[in-house]
């Protein structure tokens, strides 16, 4: 077991500086934000994560999870992570000031021969930039591990404790070796490359995911004007082991903290290298659409948004997380707002102020009933699991008029009609509720006949 260091207790710091602890290394974290770290010292999470706080908790308690907002003279660990925020900057690029300034504070104090581990998405090639700060540091010899990070927002612990893979990038193989004992426990594939294809991987990985949820959402669109089921093409797509079934559900689209910046970032990158990265552009413009999309059904249901009050259930931008970065439901209420539309939003666990300074001019709402109270439309916009269980006949009896969006095919269409609901969802045929027109008459031209 070691003794390690995490800079950062943002989301992947302090998932990672937990699960460290749970693999049985001492653990030293580092975060300028004194809220979140008498929080964190208390043995709350400062983030809504499945798990995360009881294994804070017990680390705590054992005494392997350290909390500090100081840096010390000199670090006790000989390996430190790198785990802080990299936001896109107005170019699109990503913002890796708070990387260097990391770098800056870390490498003066470290022994010779410790290792810098970056977990924090960036640029290609920042590796060698942290390698070149830590040389002029002047303290010794320090090496420089990629290590990107895969975890999942709403399943980062399971992510973390049972990855797919573990990517680590360097030049220095015994840098690499010593970084991969930590995780040996685990028992996981483990991929050894150089440090600027370890820093590809990440984007590459969060590219292609983003591209798939884009890919079906445009055969969504192209289901709903010719009258196929996107949820049963998804399922004969994903029977086919070349594809699988995994982010093939049409819906809003893609957000969070990773895929809107990722995605930017590499075209950004791309573009400035010289090369044209058509698809990724247009994976973010499919994204984009489908809460445009989103906003023309419910425009369509009412004959108009000016004057009307629609009620949104959800705010993160997906389950099982209080995330409402780049998140598709909060898109969706802005887009209403400038329409002329009274929104409301209720979510189970993002606090109301917090959605109001997202979407100011929002109703936050403490129930799902409050929103729905008076509002001439609802919209499905987050799939948390406690929606399910939600009485539909009696939403529909306090609403002022009957129109149901379901923005992530969440609800069965019978379920919906049966509490007197008028059914909108994404890429199903019209008798399951979707197309907001009636299907032209395919000729034999259309379909291939002579």
């Not at 004959?303 to 995330?323: N, Q």
């Amino acid at each position: 077991m070691a003794r390690i260091a995490v800079i950062g207790c943002g989301y992947v710091g302090a998932v990672s500086a937990a699960c460290f602890a749970e693999l049985g290394h001492e653990v030293d974290c580092i975060d300028y934000d004194v809220s979140r770290i008498a929080l964190l010292k208390a043995g709350k999470s400062p983030i809504h994560e499945p798990g995360l706080e009881s294994l804070i908790a017990h680390h705590v308690d054992k005494g392997r999870l350290h909390f500090s907002t100081e840096y010390p003279e000199r670090f006790a660990a000989k390996i430190v992570f790198i785990a802080v925020n990299t936001p896109e900057s107005q170019e699109g690029a990503a913002d890796i000031r708070a990387v260097r300034d990391a770098v800056a504070m870390v490498a003066p104090r470290l022994a010779p021969g410790s290792i810098i581990v970056n977990k924090s998405t960036v640029p290609i090639g920042t590796g060698d930039l942290v390698a070149g700060m830590a040389r002029r540091a002047g303290g010794g010899p320090i090496s420089v591990v990629s290590n990107p990070e895969f975890l999942r927002e709403g399943s980062a612990i399971d992510d973390f404790m049972a990855p797919d893979r573990i990517v680590l990038g360097s030049d220095d193989l015994e840098a690499i070796s010593r970084v991969a004992e930590l995780y040996e426990p685990l028992d996981a594939p483990i991929l050894r490359v150089d440090i600027r294809t370890a820093e590809m991987v990440k984007y590459a990985s969060n590219a292609f995911l983003a591209t798939k949820i884009s890919f079906i959402n445009e055969i969504a669109s192209i289901c709903e004007a010719l009258g196929a089921d996107v949820e049963e093409v998804a399922r004969g797509m994903g029977l086919d082991d070349r594809i699988g079934p995994k982010f093939l559900k049409a819906g809003l689209g893609w957000g969070g903290s990773c895929f809107p910046k990722d995605v930017k970032a590499l075209a950004h990158m791309a573009s400035l290298h010289g090369t044209h990265p058509q698809l990724l552009r247009s994976v973010m413009d499919i994204n984009n659409g489908q809460r445009l999309r989103t906003v023309q059904k419910v425009r369509g249901a009412l004959g108009g948004l000016e004057g009307k009050r629609v009620a949104i259930l959800g705010a993160s931008f997906k389950a099982d997380t209080d995330d409402i970065r780049n998140s598709p439901a909060i898109d969706l209420a802005n887009l209403l707002i400038l329409e002329g539309a009274t929104v409301a939003i209720f979510d189970p666990v993002v606090p109301g102020a917090r959605i109001q300074s997202a979407a100011p001019g929002v109703e936050a709402s403490g129930s799902a009933m409050a929103a729905a109270s008076g509002s001439d439309a609802l919209v499905l916009a987050t799939d948390w699991p406690e929606f399910k269980e939600l009485d539909l006949r009696d939403l529909r009896q306090a609403m002022r008029h009957d129109v149901l969006v379901d923005a992530r095919n969440f609800y069965p269409a019978t379920r919906a009609r049966a509490a007197g609901f008028e059914y909108h969802c994404i890429g199903r045929p019209s008798e399951e509720g979707a197309p907001l027109r009636a299907l032209r008459p395919m000729t034999l031209a259309a379909v291939g006949g002579a």
